[in-house]
């Protein structure tokens, strides 16, 4: 496998207090400049797989490269500056700043990692993904599409080595979720961002290079050139298992 | 509906821990103050003096004045009375001939003609009280059968003897036979102690040492002209004998005189010398001539023999009105926002199909089920704040010694349901608003309330801020009144700032963020605040009041001590020393050291009370009586119109502006046995404070007042005359005028303010750390949504740090500008000089203490949070 810019190296994990595994020796690779998706069941570990690849939790045993640093043994506030420099995240929620507008939210981890924010770099994000004009807006103002664009470009705006996204389209109706969809891709194409995203749908999934499959914490395949109808057959029988 | 709420107060514990609090410190403070009011107000005196007569007979102990008023409505006439009374700090006396006449009555035994009078006793060089400093009173012998003492040993007082309770013999280890020495008004003499007395089963009555003298001998002693009250003994057998008593004294009461009980007969009016009384209809001064049975007997004791709840009546009723003012405030503050951190559920409830109106029940119902519970400790809480207040208050001598604290249940309740009362109305109005929230607000991010009560907020503020404005610009700040209205001023202002909230944080926060806002941090804060005004205004409100509050009042009081001390030092610049002695000299001792060669000027102040009657309203104030000697001025009162009184008197320029008087006018006074006399007003002088708002000759206060004692003489002489000065009255002290200090009931109220500004420091510093703690949980979503985007922790603490600072620079000068006009307008109305900052070392330690409290009750809780999630909750949705 060309150049991972995250390896996942036979990772545990098991939740305080809570009785199965939520990994249970997973070791998975993202390529750079690849859009990769996860799928499984729910319950399945891919929210818990993507926490421990971005580090913002620590797996019980195993390895976590992210750039080539192992950040799988990293304590705060270290593993908060790798992330911030090397990753960017789009959630279901939004997880945006209320009381920041649009343009401030999109720099907030630049300003937090108080590097100067490159604001050619981000009005072009923004621009991108169709928010020129909506920079002063505060979310609370935008509706649910909008505001994973703005996520999305705030993901973009610092360059990280990794985009993750937890059921980006989650929260979205058919046609907005397309367009984040196509706007992730575009990312990957044009921007040379690499992406790992957690999703349920086999329609968003056939939008990336290559779908990671999990099930009961383990990995159950994998499928390159997904197509949704690949995808879907494969979901069944993984979840039949 | 009940189940969903206590469904939700189970879920939400932490969020709900702080209302809790709120309303369990509300409740305890309402309590406790409650119950040191209700105590003060029913305290009973602890002993009767009377206890062996059926039926007491006493004279004035308090000026009443009866108005009674006509209106004339639709040909009918109604007749309205309206009864005010004051009372005296002496005992009025009575006729000598009226205990005679009562002897006469069939079923009398005897009517005891009884003298109470303050004397002052010196055993073996050492000045003898009673138990926790009690007066010792004098009485003839004959009194002692009214309780009864009796004779332990030794014989009843001849001429020069006198015979002393056990308690005040045991405290000095006197016998029969030992040297006292005692001072009354009249004069020192050297009594020989003939036997030692005590009523039954105990060695002394509790708040009074009694001294027994030769009858003959009590009226030279005491400067009486009659007895001040009449025991009845009933012969056995007898039946009631009050209706007899009162039957008697009304057939022949003296002119001028009103018969038994209550009913005017024989009016004298009160408006003759002031003009502005005579109205029709006009005010009438009842004189009294009391008959008193069973427990009210003891209202017939000399006054100063009784515990005075009078000094701690006022004083409490305002510690309940400021606590009670803070724990409404607080109150009301906590529930409000408490209600605001839970929008987002009740939007969630909303989409599950509640409707507003169930929503505000369920509101409602959360707020009473909460400050029920709360109740339950409060109301003991409250007890234990009581007895520590009171056991500080008896230590400072604000209250009596003997002042207990009765545990009233109906205050208890009455607290506890102004708590639920308040938390109710509190929970209502916030969730007015919240529960119109839409439903559509749970599927957004954040839910926010609904938009407007812009101009409700703006109007009650207006309101609250007139009410102010009209407090500082009408009420005489410079009367006794004075620090509880700048206290109401102070209260109405905070009100307003409370009213306008965000519309007041918000220009404030816009400069204060950008002036602390450096950094990316910095930044971030500043932008935080800026956008959360509703939020700051939440923190920073309680900031306000813990330091407006406090400060105005510590600050007015430190003002108006040292604005006494300093009248104090310009009124004693002239003298050379001030002479004193500890149980103060006799008129004639004090005339005596006044007219010792070398001194070239002398003024002998005894302090006493006058009764000032205009409007259909006694009102007392504090008075010297005054004697000057010599040709060099000794005391410097400020006169600003005439001058001393020589024959008539001089008023402060408080008193005169009060009624309204002018030099050359007479003007009618009562004095502290209730005689009145009619004087001409020579003056007006300034120098009031620590002093009195009168001036009088002292040979009339003297033989009015039954202390009558000269506290001090302020003397001027040459030098070498002070050793002089010394043996001319016995255990005379000479002090330089510079050494002297302020006068001690004047560190006593400060005493009692400071422990009034510690009860509210309290309970404010808890309210901001509560205010902030509820604050910082309602923000976890937030910090969660930092984290994810590259903050630290470290940087979150800083974050919570620097809106913090923001917070606290915004509210300190909020509680800044409120102090500086309350303070400001008062210390005009003192002395027309404006201060604002009065005692800088003061006002730095509660600005420097407000501003540590609010940064730490900023950064804990935020620590705390932090701590419990070290990573974000990426789907938590709470
Ligand atoms: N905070 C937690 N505490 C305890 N157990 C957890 C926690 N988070 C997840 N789990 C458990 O770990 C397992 C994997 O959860 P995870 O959230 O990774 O699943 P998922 O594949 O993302 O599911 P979904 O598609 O429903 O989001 C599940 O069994 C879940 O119950
Ligand atoms: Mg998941």
New binding site residues.
């Given amino acids: 496998m060309r150049n991972a810019v995250v390896e996942v190296l036979d990772v545990t994990k098991t ?4 009785g ?1 595994r ?1 990994l249970d020796g997973v070791s998975v690779a993202f390529a750079a400049g690849t859009f990769c998706a996860v799928m ?1 069941p ?8 993507l926490h421990c690849a971005a580090g913002l939790d620590r797996p019980d045993t195993g390895r976590v490269v992210l750039a080539g640093e192992e950040i799988g043994t990293l304590r705060e506030p270290r593993l908060t500056q790798v992330r911030r420099r090397r990753v960017g995240f789009v959630f279901q929620s939004y997880h945006l700043m209320d009381s920041l507008s649009v343009w401030h939210n999109v720099l907030l981890p630049q300003r937090l990692a108080g590097v100067r924010p490159d604001r050619g770099w981000a009005k072009d994000v923004i621009r991108r993904v169709g928010l020129a004009g909506r920079e002063d807006d505060r979310p609370a103002r935008l509706s649910g599409g909008q505001r994973q664009r703005v996520a999305l470009a705030r993901a973009l705006a610092g360059r990280p080595e990794v985009i993750f996204a937890d ?1 980006p389209t989650g929260a979205l109706d058919l046609a907005t979720g397309r367009e984040v969809l196509q706007l992730l891709r575009e990312a990957v194409d044009g921007l040379g961002a690499t992406i790992v995203m ?1 999703t ?1 749908d086999p329609a968003a999934a056939a939008w990336a290079d290559r779908v990671v499959f ?1 099930a009961d ?1 383990r990995v159950a395949g994998e499928l390159a050139a997904p197509t949704a109808d690949l995808v879907a057959a494969r979901m069944t029988a993984v979840s039949a298992r | 509906m009940i189940r969903l709420a206590i469904g939700t107060l189970r879920r939400h514990r932490g969020a709900y821990a702080g209302t809790f609090l709120a309303a369990l410190l509300a409740v305890a403070l309402l309590s406790g103050g409650g119950l040191l009011l209700a105590s003060v107000l029913t305290a009973t005196p602890p002993a009767d003096r009377f206890a062996a007569a059926a039926v007491v007979v006493s004279g004035e102990r308090a000026v009443t004045v009866e108005t009674v008023t006509h209106k004339k409505k639709k040909d009918k006439d109604k007749v309205k009375r309206k009864v005010k009374t004051e009372r005296l700090t002496g005992a009025g006396t009575l006729p000598t001939g009226l205990a005679a006449r009562l002897a006469d009555l069939p079923g009398v035994a005897a009517a005891v003609p009884d003298l109470a009078f303050p004397v002052e006793v010196t055993a073996k060089g050492r000045a003898l009280r009673g138990a926790d400093g009690a007066p010792v009173v004098g009485h003839g012998w004959a009194s002692a059968g009214l309780t009864p003492y009796t004779l332990r040993n030794g014989n009843p007082p001849g001429r020069g003897e006198a015979v002393l309770d056990a308690d005040l013999a045991a405290r000095a280890g006197l016998t029969t036979g030992a040297e006292i020495t005692v001072t009354s008004r009249t004069g020192v003499r050297a009594l020989r102690i003939s036997g030692i007395a005590a009523p039954a089963g105990r060695d002394g009555l509790p708040a009074q040492g009694a001294l027994f003298v030769a009858d003959t001998e009590a009226a030279a002693l005491s400067g009486l002209d009659g007895p001040t009250a009449i025991g009845i003994l009933a012969a056995p057998g007898a039946g009631d004998l009050r209706a007899a008593v009162e039957a008697a004294i009304a057939g022949q009461a003296p002119a001028g005189q009103a018969p038994a009980g209550q009913a005017p007969a024989g009016q004298a009016n009160a408006g003759q010398a002031n003009a502005g009384q005579a109205t029709a209809g006009g005010s009438t001064v009842v004189r009294e001539v009391t008959v008193l049975t069973g427990d009210d007997r003891v209202r017939a004791d000399l006054p100063g023999a009784l515990p005075d709840y009078i000094a701690p009546i006022s004083i409490f009723g305002f510690l309940i009105g400021i606590t009670a003012f803070a724990a409404v405030f607080v109150l009301t503050g906590t529930v409000t926002l408490g209600v605001r951190q839970r929008l987002r559920e009740l939007a969630l409830l909303r989409t599950a199909g509640a409707t507003p109106g169930q929503l505000r029940r369920l509101l409602s119902l959360e707020s009473l089920l909460l400050a029920g519970c709360a109740a339950i400790p409060g109301a003991p809480l409250g007890i234990v704040a009581a007895e520590t207040v009171a056991a500080r208050f008896r230590r400072l001598g604000a209250v009596p010694p003997q002042f207990t604290v009765q545990i009233n249940p109906l205050v208890l309740i009455a607290a506890a349901a102004a708590g639920l009362l308040v938390t109710a109305v509190a929970a209502r109005i916030a969730g007015r608003r919240a529960a119109r929230i839409a439903p559509t607000q749970a599927l957004t991010e954040t839910a926010v309330t609904p938009a407007g009560g812009q101009f409700t907020r703006v109007l009650s503020a207006a309101v609250a801020a007139g009410g102010a404005v009209a407090v500082l610009t009408f009420v005489p700040l410079g009367g006794p009144f004075g620090m509880g209205m700048s206290f109401v001023s102070s209260a109405l202002l905070l009100c307003a700032v409370a009213a306008l909230g965000p519309i007041a944080v918000r220009p404030l926060t816009a400069v204060v963020s950008r002036l602390l806002g450096a950094g990316p941090v910095g930044r971030l804060a500043g932008q935080v605040t800026r956008a959360e005004p509703r939020r700051v205004a939440a923190v920073a409100v309680p900031l306000v009041l813990m330091f407006a509050i406090n400060a105005t009042m510590l600050l007015n009081s430190r003002m108006l001590t040292g604005i006494a001390a300093g009248e104090q030092a310009a009124r004693t610049a002239p003298a050379t020393a001030q002479v004193t002695a500890p149980q103060g000299l006799a008129l004639s001792t004090a005339e005596t050291v006044m007219a010792v060669d070398g001194i070239t000027g002398a003024a002998a102040t005894i302090p006493t009370r006058i009764v000032v009657v205009a409007g259909g309203k006694p009102e007392d104030h504090a008075a010297q009586g005054l004697l000057i000697t010599g040709t060099q001025p000794a005391l410097d009162l400020g006169f600003t119109a005439g001058g001393l009184p020589d024959g008539g008197f001089a008023a402060s320029r408080y008193l005169a502006g009060l009624y309204d008087w002018t030099v050359g006018q007479d003007i009618e006074l009562r004095l502290a046995d209730g005689h009145r006399v009619q004087l001409r007003l020579t003056g007006v002088y300034d120098r009031s404070r620590g002093f009195g708002d009168a001036v009088l000759p002292a040979a009339l206060i003297a033989a009015h007042d039954p202390r009558g004692l000269v506290r001090g003489i302020s003397v001027r002489y040459d030098p070498g005359t002070a050793e002089r000065i010394r043996a001319a009255g016995p255990g005379v002290i000479v002090t330089p005028s510079s050494a002297t200090e302020a006068a001690g009931d004047a560190q006593e109220q400060q005493g009692a303010w400071e422990l009034m500004v510690a009860v509210t420091l309290g309970f404010t510093a808890i309210a901001i750390l509560n205010t902030f703690a509820i604050a910082t949980t309602g923000r976890r979503r937030e910090f969660a949504g930092l984290r994810l985007a590259g903050a630290t922790t470290g940087q979150l603490h800083r974050l919570a740090a620097r809106e913090a600072l923001i917070v606290v620079t915004a509210g300190l000068a909020l509680g800044a500008l409120i102090t500086g006009i309350v303070v400001g307008t008062f210390s005009v109305a003192q002395d027309g000089v404006f201060r604002v900052i009065v005692d800088p070392a003061t006002y730095a330690t509660m600005a420097a203490g407000v501003a540590a409290l609010g940064l730490l009750a900023g950064v804990l809780p935020a620590r705390v949070l932090l701590r419990r999630q070290a990573l974000p909750a990426l789907t938590d949705d709470q």
């Fill in positions: 939740y305080p207090g809570g199965a939520a499984g729910s319950g399945s570990g891919k929210s818990t797989l059921e957690v349920h999990l914490g």
